[in-house]
């Protein structure tokens, strides 16, 4: 169970995650690079224990938007 204020705190951690690694990919980043940044680290302590790890998270973030801006 949960309640809407730690909904609401997984996906600011999402949006603020996509929003890093989106940057650093308009910056000409490549993945290895952009694992190297650690767009995460602010968020590891309360979310980084779950059955994805964050350089895994940051890898899928990384490829959905890697096509989203190659499509462009």
């Known amino acids: 169970m949960t309640d809407g204020r ?15 690694v989106q940057r650093l990919i308009k910056g000409g980043r490549s993945e290895n690079e952009v694992l190297a940044a650690h767009p995460t680290s602010e968020f590891d302590a309360e979310w980084g224990h779950g059955r994805v790890t ?19």
């Open 54 to 72: 964050a350089d895994d998270f940051v890898r899928q973030i990384y490829a959905a938007l890697k096509i989203s801006v190659s499509a462009k």
């Open 6 to 20: 730690s909904v609401k705190a997984f996906r600011e951690m999402i949006e603020s995650v996509r929003d890093r």
